[in-house]
């Protein structure tokens, strides 16, 4: 069973960076059929992806243009975990945060036939605040 | 900016059939978009139910179902339950990118 588990600060001031970590149990960050998710979701925004890193051989980032310029995600492979910072953030980006794994999916004889984010955390409710 | 959209609220009564539907502001919504509907209940993370247009996942009721529809991605909810009563999103692939729709607010009544 796959549960990602996040973790970080609840509140940060402006002009600081967000920072917050998924740990994941049941599957690994370096599975070459996943990619790991951020998604936000404010009244205002409603449900926005951020972005994701997957490894195919090597690593790779997507990043939605909202916020390609202030936004990294790592993956860890020694904790089995991947990591979301966000930087020079203001009362914008409060929100809560989400994770979530991306599965892709394949046939019997490896046609590729779509994505699916199957497994989210619980959610960590950031305010950016002074 | 694309943009994705929902319709912003529905209103069906239990037993009865309701079909939510989620549009491309870059026109019909095809399989290539890989649509995946969601539901969220208040204070709860999105839970998936469809991916790719019409693929369940193994915890998806039967009384879930994703088509295509008139140019856009459609949820089908047939037989509603009480327990049916949240906000349901849509999810489109642009390329790498991904956009959520607005959102849905399913009450039954």
């Known amino acids: 069973q796959v549960q990602l588990q996040q973790s970080g600060p609840g509140l940060v001031k402006p002009s600081q960076t967000l920072s917050l970590t998924c740990a994941i149990s049941?599957?690994?960050?370096?599975?070459?059929?996943?990619?790991w998710n951020w998604i936000r979701q404010s009244p205002s925004r409603g449900l926005e992806w951020l972005g994701r890193?997957?490894?195919?051989?090597?690593?790779?980032?997507d990043y939605a243009v909202s916020v390609k310029s202030r936004i990294t995600i790592n993956p860890d492979t020694s904790k089995n975990q991947f990591s979301l910072q966000l930087n020079s953030v203001t009362p914008e980006d409060t929100a809560v945060y989400y994770c979530?794994?991306?599965?892709?999916?394949?046939?019997?004889?490896?046609?590729?036939?779509?994505?699916?984010?199957?497994?989210w955390g619980q959610g960590t409710m950031v305010t950016v605040s002074s | 900016q694309t943009v994705v959209t929902q319709e912003p609220s529905l209103t069906v009564s239990p037993g009865g059939t309701v079909t939510l539907t989620c549009a491309s502001s870059?026109?019909?919504?095809?399989?290539?978009?890989?649509p995946n509907w969601f539901q969220q209940k208040p204070g709860q993370a999105p839970r998936a139910l469809i991916y790719?247009?019409?693929n369940k996942h193994s915890w998806t009721p039967a009384r879930f179902s994703g088509s295509l529809l008139g140019g856009k991605a459609a949820l089908t909810l047939s037989g509603v339950q009480p327990e049916d009563e949240a906000e349901y999103y849509c999810?489109?692939?642009?390329?790498?990118?991904?956009?959520f729709g607005g959102g849905t607010k399913l009450t039954v009544l």
């Open positions: 979530a794994r991306e599965l892709y999916y394949y046939d019997s004889s490896g046609y590729y036939f779509g994505n699916a984010f199957d497994i």
């Open positions: 049941g599957d690994s960050v370096s599975s070459n059929s996943a990619a």
């Open positions: 890193t997957y490894y195919r051989s090597k690593w790779y980032n």
């Open positions: 870059t026109g019909a919504v095809t399989s290539g978009y890989y």
């Open positions: 790719s247009t019409s």
């Open positions: 999810l489109l692939y642009y390329g790498g990118a991904v956009v």
